[in-house]
């Protein structure tokens, strides 16, 4: 694409990234032999070969398996080093990264293992090349509210040891049938603790659950939100609080929100004035790191340079940085 090396150039972050999402197959591989783990596919481009989804569920069927050979700090720290070389590959200045851990505690894996090796990883990348990192928790909105009560008990202790990374929390998994008030007693305690929130909300689930995100949980940010647009009400509330919507252009086709990328409204939506931002959620998965989400959404929908450059500053803006770095990356 004749835009790329503009894209590449362009100082940009990513909002919407589920660390859990950027295991290759080849990694997978690696670890699952690494640690002594039988996978039920015989080869690499099996594994690869399976990732045909038809909506949320049966890619969160193949991810949460994927995740099964995560173990020890070090595998942690792999995961998140090969992303970050890529982000420091795209331009990339600062990423915001979701992390799953009841994936991983239900598994017997120690929270602090989880911690220790991203924040490992993370630390490196802001000593050796400057490129930030920040660290939301989130919670599995398919299990209970308890259990993310005693996920975030479990996690509090370490808070002060990740001051610099862990800033917020998430809400992500099945989204249908579990709407965010189910969260509101957790995402109350999270802002209590002073925790950035946001949300998924909007992505399979209707426009409603976009406005109990905000009304209930109080989320400064929304995961996906392209179903806002059912709710004229909504989009206007949205334009004028500014409140940012992490888009997954690459993630939406593959899970078919959208049937087409031609179809997505994205475009539309930043022509109303939404703060619309571009990330990749699931990189591994849906064939794309955030270059490419860039390069095939303005394929798809005739994006202009200037547009794109508009969504690179909306990242920036709607990053949880202190307002100095914010306008230093600008
Ligand atoms: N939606 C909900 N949960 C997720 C996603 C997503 O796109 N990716 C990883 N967990
Ligand atoms: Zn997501």
Redesign the pocket.
Known sequence: HHLRPFVLGLPKTEL?L?I??TLEPELIFALAERNGIQLPYPSVQALRDAYQFTD?QS??DL?YAGAGVLITEQDFYDMTMAYLLRMRAEGVRHVEI?F?PQTHTVRGVDISTVFAGLARALREARDSWGLSAYLLL?F??HLSEEDALVTLEQALPLREAYLDLWIGVGL????RGNPPEKFARVYERCRTLGFRLVA?AG??GPAEYVRNALDVLQAERI??GVRSEEDPALLQRLIHQRTPLTV?PL?NLK?QVVDELDQHNLARLLRLGLCVTINS??PA?FGGYLVENYLATAQALNLTAPQLATLARNSISASFLPDARKLALL
Do not use: A, N, T, V
Request: charged share 35%; with cysteine; hydrophobic share 20%.
């Open positions: 919407h589920h859990e999402g949320l890619f969160l991810y979701m799953d989130s599995l909105r992500d998994s099945g989204e998924h992505e399979e995961d996906h997954c993630s899970l959620d699931d998965y």
